[in-house]
């Protein structure tokens, strides 16, 4: 999972490492509040996770029946002889397996389609905005290793 818990760990590793680095030894005055911010980003991940997956899934849902609805809406508005032109049950099966396909991709690869693309776009724009010079290296350099 990747988000703020995470970005909580990195930096409580971060100043851990840095103190160490330093010359300063490990005591339990200062194991404990990095232990408590790891566990707090833990909870944090959990908590935000569960609300992400949570609406992803009732959004993905409330669209596919929306645009089922939409279908079926056209569907009714045809002329009787698109209908009488198709064996029985040809229009309905395929129109039932095609929604089936449009809500799996709504709930599952879309969702994770927005999770795999926002993170390394959201650090993107933020080394633009930071230096425009090591932002357009970032693309360069990502552009090259995809395939």
Do not use: K
Not at 94 to 118: K, N, R, V, Y
């Amino acid at each position: 999972m990747t988000g703020v818990g995470s970005d909580l760990q990195r930096l409580s590793r971060i100043w851990a490492i840095t103190h160490l680095t330093q010359g300063r030894q490990l005591t339990g005055l200062w194991i404990a509040p990095v232990t408590g911010v790891v566990a707090l980003s833990l909870l944090g991940q959990l908590f935000f996770g569960r609300l992400s997956v949570r609406d992803s899934w009732l959004s993905s849902y409330e669209l596919a029946g929306d645009l089922r609805l939409i279908v079926l809406n056209h569907v009714r508005r045809l002329l009787l002889a698109a209908h009488q032109a198709r064996h029985c049950g040809d229009p309905l099966s395929a129109l039932t397996s095609d929604m089936q396909l449009l809500e799996i991709f709504f709930s599952h690869g879309l969702p994770s389609i927005a999770a795999s693309t926002g993170l390394p776009l959201a650090i993107f724009c933020v080394l633009l905005i930071q230096d425009w010079r090591v932002g357009l290296i970032a693309a360069v350099s990502t552009g090259l290793a995809l395939p």
